[in-house]
């Protein structure tokens, strides 16, 4: 999404639903659209729910609903468009729909909610075999199931090489596809997640690791008076949030176990905080003398890097006096939170919601370590 600051042009929402092929929704459907509530959380599904004032004699309830218009694993493709640029900020299906009745004129409600397209993903369980396949290939192979959903992947090969020999190991997948793709994630540090957009109807479906490099969105002021752009912005340090993994591999031929070193999570996590958290814990990591070298360096490592964030934030601000709409999985600075809290971190989760007349966003942030790496946020 470009930069397009909201402070001087009107924020427009446009929504899409359909089965299958999607189109802008009747009039009367965008009329009655009283809020609209998107989550968007790194390395989990997305999620949405939309309310309806749900008139007696309106075309939704005489119409609309009795049709099948919302009912479930119908497409819902929500779009918002600042100064011209749209963006896409959802890509879902309906899973649930629910009315409220009311003696008050005006108060009987339709509320939809839904989750993102990762759904379809996990409808169906199967068994599969990966024979000779590392684990990029295999979960290009898994995504490519879905490409007729307008769903491309962008796969970031593993860190730690896994090379898969068929006479000794054939890797096999038991249950839904996407809970084998965010088992091969975890395994090796990595997220998997389903980016909408750019146009309407694509979206990106991505694993790799979490995308903490790159251009700042627009920093976050608090505790500035009138520069302040956050409502309010709390910080946490759980001592206890960062793992040393404990892992053992074991020779074939000798039997003889050897404890591995601990990894460099730097490729995966480069450092956001110039003071890391130490590691007050220690965790075993059962099963890796059974696994091959490979296999079992990628746990370590996974286990190190997805411990690491011992820091976090979270807060709400009003997008038209921040200026931009925050957007998830990418890098934000903060500043007037003081010396320890102040820097760059990495947006975990975003919500937001709409109303007429209000753009709000809730926020969680987190990063390894205390103290800005740099004395200047920008931008």
């Not at 089965?19 to 949405?48: D, K, N, W, Y």
């Not at 003071?275 to 075993?284: F, G, I, V």
């Amino acid at each position: 999404m470009a930069d397009e600051p909201v402070g001087s042009g009107p924020v427009r929402l446009t929504l899409r639903m359909g089965r299958g092929l999607t189109r802008p929704v009747p009039a009367e459907v965008g009329e009655a659209l009283l809020s609209a509530q998107i989550t968007s959380t790194a390395g989990e599904r997305g999620g949405f729910q939309l309310a309806f004032d749900l008139t007696k004699k309106g075309g939704i309830s005489r119409r609309l609903l009795p049709d099948g218009y919302f009912d479930p694993k119908t497409r819902v493709i929500v779009t918002l468009s600042v100064r011209g640029t749209e963006t896409v900020l959802l890509d879902g299906l309906i899973v649930r729909q629910e009315v409220g009745a009311s003696n008050r004129p005006g108060q009987t409600t339709l509320t939809v909610t839904g989750e993102d397209l990762t759904l379809l993903m996990d409808l169906e369980e199967r068994t599969d075999r990966y024979p000779n396949l590392s684990p990029a290939q295999r979960v290009e192979r898994i995504l490519a199931r879905y490409s007729g959903y307008g769903i491309e992947a962008r796969i970031i090969r593993e860190q730690v090489q896994q090379p898969a020999r068929e006479q000794v190991r054939v890797d096999c997948q038991t249950g839904t596809d996407l809970q084998y793709l965010n088992e091969l994630a975890r395994a090796n540090g990595y997220t998997f997640c389903l980016e909408p957009g750019p146009v309407p109807g694509r979206s990106t479906a991505f694993w790799g690791p979490e995308q903490r490099l790159g251009l700042r969105q627009h920093a976050l002021n608090v505790n500035m008076d009138s520069h302040s752009t956050v409502d309010q912005l709390t910080f946490a340090y759980d001592g206890t949030a960062r793992e040393e993994p404990q892992a053992r591999v074991q020779d074939p031929r000798t039997r003889d176990a050897r404890l591995l070193a601990q990894p460099d999570i730097g490729p995966l996590r480069p450092p956001l905080g110039l003071r890391a958290s130490p590691a007050l814990k220690r965790r075993t990591l059962s099963g890796t003398a059974k696994k091959e070298p490979g296999q079992a360096e990628a746990e370590a490592l996974a286990r190190a890097a997805t411990s690491a964030d011992a820091i976090s934030g979270s807060g709400s601000l009003d997008v038209t006096r921040y200026g931009y709409v925050l957007r998830p999985r990418e890098l934000v600075g903060v500043r007037g939170s003081g010396v320890t809290y102040d820097g760059d971190y990495y947006v975990k989760s975003v919500t937001h919601n709409l109303r007429p007349g209000s753009y709000r966003q809730n926020f969680t942030l987190s990063r390894e370590g205390l103290i800005a790496r740099s004395g200047t946020v920008r931008p």
